[in-house]
């Protein structure tokens, strides 16, 4: 275990499956002190996380959320700062892609993706700016269906771009109120993993992958730890300095 | 602390205050470093700072606009470590001035230093990061001024802009090659790039663009190791949000 972002206290949403969990592995295997959340927080998916970091040493909780809301937003944070004494960064990760032609969505679709992706992200960042100590680090997922369209994306990807738009904001608030806090972005390309087919299905998640891979220089796409290696730095104190930025890592497959 | 072990390192500009730290940090992770610059003693120092650290390092004086130089340049990084990983091109000039005090010989000296010398870097060290077959990482460090316009650093700027898209093209073709060789960008402000040795002196910037020497050489690091593996074609801007308002 090495200690890049030793003693510091993190919360990650959405972190009991995927892209989330990765970040919390990562995290604590660095030293941080890891606060697991979602709605399966307590069931096999959160359990399963918190005994990874506990079997290799590191120290984390698992807390039932949902982002959308307020009041559980007040219990994660409040729990939290009972289990470490303290808040240093918050990582909105939970979202949910929800890609079907546009004949095919209802408005319900587009609200549930703008409530869980884009309100989720504004409600831990405000409570991340208010609550997080000096030098903290707020970190939002957005994805690279931000920057290009495709086929069933009129709602997640609005969403995502939305989310940088908000980035570059908060990061400018964050800058006003002068306590050393950054706002920063990632938009992961195709991230695979076994949550990726059991979300999507086998035949459009198989789909999805063949159109990434043939769209990237490096001709592959991502795993989890190639988003929590970027999320590591980005909450260490060697990323000061790094603020209201938007980071790629989708194997250039966006260009 | 091995994020890059193993690796063999060239990093030009080293002697400048940005290149130091990106040779540095690399070797303290465990790269072999070949540290050049156009003042042969501030590259010496450089390499004289890791071996005092115990790390490996070798220096060499380089003009990076020259075609010659680099090929003699990566001659002697063969023959030190026999092989090549890493491309750091911290070597880049700045200038402040408005476009109609800009002479074309201005001109010329930003295009020279800040892209003609990372075209030849890719010409000439690509092929050989092939040869090693490793996973290849070209970094530039250039500027987010290539991305947003400032009065008084047009040309500066422009090139700034023009490595932007470079560094796209070389992620292109390497992937035609499938060499696994990654391109990307540090892009930092001007003040962390030239400090108070820029000839122009100190620049009237927001405090927003300062940023720093370690924060690029910490960014270069993520870059060059295999923790970004799924990073190419990419910028990783260090601004403190200049850019993002």
């Given at each position: 275990?090495t200690?890049?972002?030793a ?18 592995l ?19 998916p ?10 290799a040493?590191?120290?984390a ?44 969505m ?27 100590n ?13 920057l ?65 891979i ?9 795993d ?5 290696h ?5 909450c ?11 980071l ?8 | ?70 090929t ?31 002479t ?18 890719a ?38 802009g023009?490595?932007r ?17 990654r ?6 402000g ?28 910490e ?10 593996r ?16």
């Amino acid at each position: 275990m090495t200690s890049r972002v030793a003693g510091k206290s993190i919360i990650v949403t959405g972190s009991t499956w995927g892209i989330g969990r990765g970040c919390a592995l990562a995290l604590a295997g660095e030293g941080a002190r890891v606060v697991i959340t979602g709605p399966d927080a307590e069931d096999e998916p959160g359990r399963s996380a918190l005994a990874e970091i506990r079997s290799a040493g590191g120290e984390a909780i698992a807390l039932i959320q949902d982002v959308r809301e307020e009041a559980s937003w007040r219990h994660v944070l409040e729990r939290t700062q009972e289990a470490f004494g303290r808040i240093d960064a918050v990582i909105n990760n939970a979202g949910r892609a929800i890609l079907k032609p546009i004949e095919e969505m209802t408005l319900d679709d587009v609200r549930f993706e703008l409530t869980l992706n884009l309100e989720g992200c504004f409600l831990g960042t405000r409570f991340a700016l208010e609550r997080l100590n000096a030098g903290g680090v707020v970190l939002n997922m957005s994805s690279v269906a931000a920057l290009r369209g495709s086929v069933g994306s009129t709602a997640y990807g609005p969403s995502k771009a939305a989310i940088l738009a908000f980035t570059r904001a908060a990061a400018q608030e964050a800058i006003r109120d002068a306590r050393g806090i950054r706002v920063n972005a990632i938009l992961p390309g195709l991230i695979w993993g076994p949550t990726v087919v059991m979300k999507l299905g086998a035949e459009k998640a198989n789909a999805m992958r063949e159109q990434a891979i043939a769209r990237s220089p490096l001709k592959c796409v991502g795993d989890p730890a190639d988003i929590a290696h970027l999320a590591v730095f980005l909450c260490s104190d060697a990323a000061r300095g790094i603020n209201g930025a938007t980071l790629v890592v989708d194997g250039g497959a966006t260009i | 602390m091995n994020r890059v072990r193993d690796k063999v390192a060239l990093v030009t500009g080293a002697g400048s205050a940005v290149g130091r730290a990106c040779a540095l940090r690399l070797a303290a992770e465990g790269a072999a470093v070949f540290a050049t610059d156009s003042a042969e003693a501030a590259a010496r120092a450089t390499a004289e700072q890791i071996g005092k650290s115990n790390g490996r390092a070798q220096h060499a004086a380089q003009q990076v606009a020259d075609a010659t130089g680099w090929t003699a340049t990566l001659d002697a990084v063969k023959r030190a470590y026999g092989r090549l990983d890493i491309v750091v091109n911290a070597a880049q000039v700045y200038l402040k001035k408005s476009i109609r005090d800009t002479t074309l010989a201005d001109v010329r000296a930003i295009e020279d230093t800040n892209f003609v010398g990372c075209w030849l870097a890719a010409k000439h060290a690509l092929p050989m990061m092939r040869e090693g077959g490793a996973r290849g990482s070209f970094v530039v460090v250039s500027s987010v001024l290539g991305q947003v316009g400032l009065a008084d650093a047009a040309a500066y700027g422009a090139i700034a802009g023009a490595i932007r898209i470079f560094i796209q093209s070389v992620a292109l073709e390497c992937g035609a090659k499938n060499d696994g060789i990654r391109a990307n960008a540090v892009l930092a402000g001007p003040e962390p790039l030239h400090g108070l040795s820029s000839p122009a002196g100190p620049l009237a910037l927001p405090q927003a663009l300062q940023g720093s020497a370690e924060t690029i050489a910490e960014t270069v690091v993520y870059l060059a190791s295999d923790e970004s593996r799924f990073v190419t074609a990419s910028a990783i801007v260090i601004d403190d949000g200049y850019s993002a308002a």
